[in-house]
């Protein structure tokens, strides 16, 4: 009896040791622990696969599973390296306000508009466009060539000099000989920087201020000289009321039926109140690839003021007028007046009560 307990109480003695030392041996590495301290990351609201949520403040070294906490680091270290999504840059045109007096052209009132407007009897094919050009007394050089060049780019288009004639006497004599359009380039220091569009007989009068005029001799790459073939007219971006009536009138100014064998095409591009024209031709590389060349001129026109009837400065009604704010140029004129040392504190005085009454 004595022999067998001996013996019992050895082999557990012996299978104790075994166990202490397989546990020595089988110790995690310190190396990827001290990886995972320092990835620990808070993982907040996170659910692992069996449902069971995470405390507040976890860390991966917590774990003491060892397969699930190498897991758990490289599905954090995946998440770390995915890029964030892109967001959707700030631009003018998606933090504009929207426009209240957008429409739909479908719609019934517009559609009646249309049909009874100043244009209805260019787009019903009752009257074919023609367009004479004149310029304000006594151009310069720069302003004759653009109206020559406007000329070219314009199908039925005639030019003719001023001569100081008024244009109370001008637009009679346009009348009695047939033309649709009067279009009037004004100039300030030998630069083109303005131009009165005229609907003939009834109106209306568009004035526009011109800006960026860039002349066929002064663009690079550009193509030959533009045909006498009648272009295409895209015009985009007019979606208002007054865009509509804009776009018309635009419309109006060339032939019914473009002539695609030209392949010119004349673009009026709407941007934040600014209009951009260019004049394309197209070229046909393959059955699959087109390309474009700009054949000028090019400008920019920016819409000042729209007159009910033909042009009439003092007694003309107005639809719409450019507002001007005079703020700006208060601030420029405070400007000035605070480089004075002397009268500065006294016209600051005045300026400031003079806001407050303007507000």
Same mark, same amino acid.
């Given at each position: 009896?004595?022999?067998?307990?001996?013996?019992?109480?050895?082999?557990?003695?012996?299978?104790?040791?075994?166990?202490?030392?397989?546990?020595?041996?089988?110790?995690?590495?310190?190396?990827?622990?001290?990886?995972?301290?320092?990835?620990?990351?808070?993982?907040?609201?996170?659910?692992?696969?069996?449902?069971?949520?995470?405390?507040?403040?976890?860390?991966?070294?917590?774990?003491? @599973?060892?397969?699930?906490?190498?897991?758990?680091?490289?599905?954090?270290?995946?998440?770390?390296?995915?890029?964030?999504? +892109?967001?959707?840059?700030?631009?003018?045109?998606?933090?504009?306000?929207?426009?209240? #007096?957008?429409? @739909?052209?479908? %719609?019934?009132?517009?559609?009646?508009?249309?049909?009874? %407007?100043?244009?209805?009897?260019?787009?019903?094919?009752?009257?074919?466009?023609?367009?004479?050009?004149?310029?304000?007394?006594?151009?310069?050089?720069?302003?004759?060539?653009?109206?020559?060049?406007?000329?070219?780019?314009?199908?039925?288009? =005639?030019?003719?000099? &001023?001569?100081?004639?008024?244009?109370?006497?001008?637009? !009679?004599?346009?009348?009695?000989?047939?033309?649709?359009?009067?279009?009037?380039? @004004?100039? %300030?220091?030998?630069?083109? @920087?303005?131009?009165?569009?005229?609907?003939?007989?009834?109106?209306?009068?568009? =004035?526009?201020?011109?800006?960026?005029?860039?002349? &066929?001799?002064?663009? +690079?790459?550009?193509?030959?000289?533009? #045909?006498?073939?009648?272009?295409?007219?895209?015009?985009?971006?007019? #979606? #208002?009321?007054?865009? =509509?009536?804009?776009?018309?009138?635009?419309?109006?100014?060339?032939?019914?039926? !473009?002539?695609?064998?030209?392949?010119?095409?004349? $673009?009026?591009?709407?941007?934040?109140?600014?209009?951009? *024209?260019?004049?394309?031709?197209?070229?046909?590389?393959?059955?699959?690839?087109?390309?474009?060349?700009?054949?000028?001129?090019?400008?920019?026109? +920016?819409? &000042?003021?729209?007159?009910?009837? $033909?042009?009439?400065?003092?007694?003309?009604?107005?639809?719409?007028?450019?507002?001007?704010?005079?703020?700006?140029?208060?601030?420029?004129?405070?400007?000035?007046?605070?480089?004075?040392?002397?009268?500065?504190?006294?016209?600051?005085?005045?300026? +400031?009560? *003079?806001?407050?009454?303007?507000?």
């Amino acid at each position: 009896m004595d022999s067998t307990k001996v013996t019992t109480s050895e082999s557990v003695s012996k299978k104790k040791g075994k166990t202490k030392k397989l546990k020595q041996k089988i110790k995690p590495d310190e190396a990827p622990v001290q990886e995972m301290e320092q990835a620990e990351i808070e993982v907040t609201e996170n659910k692992s696969e069996s449902g069971a949520c995470f405390p507040p403040t976890f860390s991966v070294s917590e774990i003491k @599973n060892k397969q699930r906490r190498h897991a758990m680091f490289l599905k954090l270290k995946e998440e770390k390296r995915k890029a964030p999504p +892109k967001e959707v840059p700030k631009t003018i045109e998606n933090q504009r306000i929207y426009d209240e #007096t957008t429409v @739909n052209p479908e %719609d019934e009132e517009v559609a009646f508009d249309e049909g009874t %407007d100043e244009f209805s009897a260019y787009f019903n094919r009752l009257t074919n466009p023609k367009v004479l050009i004149t310029t304000s007394d006594r151009p310069r050089g720069r302003t004759v060539r653009f109206c020559e060049q406007l000329a070219t780019m314009i199908p039925h288009a =005639h030019v003719y000099y &001023r001569r100081g004639l008024a244009l109370k006497r001008v637009i !009679p004599q346009c009348i009695s000989r047939g033309f649709t359009y009067l279009m009037v380039i @004004n100039e %300030d220091r030998k630069v083109p @920087n303005g131009l009165v569009l005229c609907h003939l007989p009834d109106g209306p009068t568009a =004035h526009f201020k011109v800006s960026s005029v860039r002349l &066929r001799k002064e663009m +690079k790459r550009r193509g030959k000289d533009p #045909t006498e073939h009648v272009p295409e007219v895209i015009l985009n971006n007019f #979606t #208002t009321r007054l865009g =509509h009536s804009i776009g018309r009138m635009f419309a109006a100014l060339f032939p019914h039926d !473009p002539q695609f064998v030209g392949r010119q095409v004349a $673009t009026f591009h709407n941007q934040r109140d600014f209009i951009f *024209f260019r004049f394309h031709r197209y070229i046909f590389k393959n059955e699959k690839k087109v390309g474009i060349q700009e054949l000028g001129p090019r400008f920019t026109l +920016k819409l &000042r003021s729209l007159q009910k009837g $033909t042009f009439d400065s003092k007694f003309g009604e107005y639809e719409w007028v450019h507002k001007v704010s005079f703020i700006p140029l208060l601030n420029a004129y405070l400007c000035i007046i605070y480089s004075f040392n002397y009268l500065g504190k006294i016209f600051r005085w005045l300026m +400031k009560l *003079f806001l407050l009454y303007i507000m």
